[in-house]
Nanobody, 128 residues
């Protein structure tokens, strides 16, 4: 069993920055594919960023490239989402997800149904 706990959310002014963390409990964290998703009120959950383990590739939604960065620290079993230049439309609950020991493609890593473990989520609110 893999447990994921997000932290780092909060209230920030437009143009500001936040760094979200997702701490994982489980063996062989370095082999996990990790992803960040978000869900705003009244909207579907959407992919934000992902990081594969096989090739160390990163993936982003086009609208977030240049503003959001995913990274991981395998020694700490933690994945991060650095969010810069935040906009009110970034307001959402942000979730991390994990897929242990599985082949990874760019298409798969953006699909929420591909992941097998999810955190509880952390609220990010961006005020204008």
């Amino acid at each position: 069993q893999v447990q994921l706990v997000e932290s780092g959310g909060g209230l920030v002014q437009a143009g500001g920055s936040l760094r979200l963390s997702c701490a994982a409990s489980g063996r062989a964290f370095s082999t996990y594919a990790m992803g960040w998703f978000r869900q705003a009120p009244g909207k579907e959950r959407e992919f934000v960023a992902g990081h594969s383990w096989g090739g160390g590739s990163t993936y982003y939604t086009d609208s977030m490239k240049g503003r959001f960065t995913i990274s991981r620290d395998n020694a700490k079993n933690t994945v991060y989402l650095q969010m810069n230049s935040l906009k009110p439309e970034d307001t959402a609950v942000y979730y991390c997800a994990a897929k242990p020991a599985a082949p990874t493609t760019g298409q798969a890593i953006t699909n929420q149904n591909w992941y097998t473990y999810w955190g509880q989520g952390t609220q990010v609110t961006v005020s204008s």
